[in-house]
């Protein structure tokens, strides 16, 4: 049988790893992960290297140190998944490890862009690297502590509309509360102010409404399908089944209307849709989601300001160029973009303060201009990988609730993704939006790292062998019992 | 400094290229098939069997329609219940519908008192019963069957 060799049993310390024992085991591939996890450090301390060589900055052995340290992050978190969930993916943690560090190293790079800068009020650039760093590291607890004390995916269906409640109440909390706890930051509400700690509820809100969204579809799909068998060749959904598909679009409107976040309510809607469709296998869903989304969209434009000056930025930036809330930023993004061509201008030798935003919504045009189209290519074939192993977890994973929440997880990240890559290349209009792994965010990166432990475990729970079923002893319950005929004694 | 800049972009589709290899190498794992082809599997299992000998378990018919389960001599549970080797969502099967085990070096299939009965080809399954090569299992709208 000529099946194929795993790529880390050419390194000694993976095949020792992989396959100890030669009795009924399966694979854990862990040693891989590791091996991957050094590349993607690796790479990480050299960008870090070259960014610090093309700012004419003295290398030191410093760069060396902070590399290993990074190495030692990942190593712990790799530590953790081989405690708490053996049987995980071995490319998602890398994939994920190497975003991470890229975007760390991206963000400290425009850091030293913006040093010394003197913004119009009087303010100087307060650099943002270091704190995202430490974001990084209670992420990566995060995920450890995800992974610790959630042994069982299914857990969380258990869970499913306390859930549901606190991700609405998450989603909607900044657009109803009053200026001073959440304030409008660059045209949307969607902070919350808690001293000097800013949160955004929404992602977290993602990650809750998924789980909610996951339970209640397989809880109520059995009644689905009899309703689907029963209507035989009427292609559309009953009138009282659309209920949640029009409760998601009241919310997405809502998340619109109230927060003025185009990006948030988008990618909500994009979710339900695609649990819809995974859980229904029916494209009559997405037919009717897409219509009712065109249409609020429409009717958005024609209430809202802010989403007119959004179509109008998209559809011709440069013409908008010197407008307040006009096209500047899309436009330098683009000019950005451009600038980097095929091969990229080279890491550090950009110029990523002409971007605006550069270190949160743009920060893919950094990227772009810094390792060109190439660069670029790779990196959205990193985050392809990860949403691959997201969706092949679900696939394999035996119940129904886990693939449909490792379906839906591994989407979301792809459709935010597609979301801000879109945005920032103008293929669509720009939303403000994180990409995940990558931009600067402390609320963003959390909510990541916790989708990225519940990933793994689904992966885990996929690729696990079977644990050994107890032999229970039989008790057929008295209404299965077999009549016996009692014969009355003579 | 040009060469820097290639030699970087060059790591990173390497990078790319090595996940993808795991992603390869890693595709039939999770099915199943690729669990039998490793030699720790094979050879506990040339010993204890002939080459004639099931290997895994594939659903042919169902909503699970293509899943694989690779038998390694535990046996299998099948039924709505949540620890089942093979959950069914069907509304035709009980929660636990029927086991799968292996005694010497056959597998015999013996239903656990289902509401809707266990059929091993057109038969009835009321005792355990010996599965051959190939033969359909019937449960609720799934049919199994076990392969080499």
Known sequence: MGSPVPAGEGSPGASA???????????????????????????????????????ERSLSLRILYLG?????????????????????????????????GLGLVVIHRIDLALEGTVFPDGSTWD????????????????????????????????FGYTFGLVGLVALLLPGVLPGFIAPTINGAKIWLRIGPLSLQPGEFAKILLMVFFAAFLVSKRDLFTVAGRRFLGMDLPRARDLGPLFAAWGVTVAVMVLQKD????????????????????RAAWVVLGLGLFAGGAVIAWKLFNHVQQRVANWQDPIARYDMIGGGYQISQSLFGLATGGIGGAGLGAGRPEMIPEANTDFITAVIGEELGFV??????????????????????VRDSFGKLLGGGLAFAVCFQVFIVVGGVTKLIPMTGITAPFLSYGGSSLLANYILVALLLRISAAARAPQRVAKPKPQQPAIADQHTVMVERPK | MQLTRAGF?????????????????????????????????????????????PRQLVVTHGALTGTRISLDGRPILIGRADDSTLVLDDDFASTRHARLSMRGTDWYVEDLGSTNGTYLDRAKVTAPLRVPLGTPIRIGKTVIELRS
Not at chain 1, 264 to 277: Q, R
């Open chain 1, 17 to 55: 790893a992989t396959n100890t024992s030669p009795g009924l085991k399966a694979p854990t591939r862990r040693g891989t992960e590791l091996v991957m996890l050094s590349f993607a450090a690796g790479l990480v301390t050299l960008a870090l290297i070259l960014v610090e060589l093309n700012q």
């Open chain 1, 68 to 100: 290993l340290a990074y190495l030692g992050l990942f190593a712990c978190a790799h530590l953790a998944v081989r405690r708490w969930a053996p049987y995980a993916d071995p490319a998602i943690l890398p994939c994920v490890a190497l975003l991470n």
């Open chain 1, 127 to 158: 650099p943002v690297a270091f704190k995202q760093v430490i974001w990084t590291g209670i992420g990566l607890l995060m995920f450890a502590a995800t992974l610790k004390f959630l042994p069982d995916h299914r857990m969380l269906a258990r």
């Open chain 1, 262 to 281: 185009l990006g948030s309510s988008l990618l909500f809607f994009g979710i339900v849709l695609v649990l819809l469709y995974i859980a229904t296998e």
């Open chain 1, 375 to 396: 660069g670029f290519a790779a990196l959205l074939l990193v985050y392809m990988v990860f949403a691959l192993r997201g969706l092949r977890g679900a696939i394999s």
């Open chain 2, 9 to 53: 972009l060059v790591l990173l589709w390497l990078f790319v290229l090595a996940a993808l290899r795991v992603v390869r190498s890693d595709l039939y794992a999770a099915s199943g098939l690729r669990a039998s082809g490793l030699p720790g599997f094979r050879r506990s299992e040339k010993s204890a069997r002939g080459s004639k000998a």
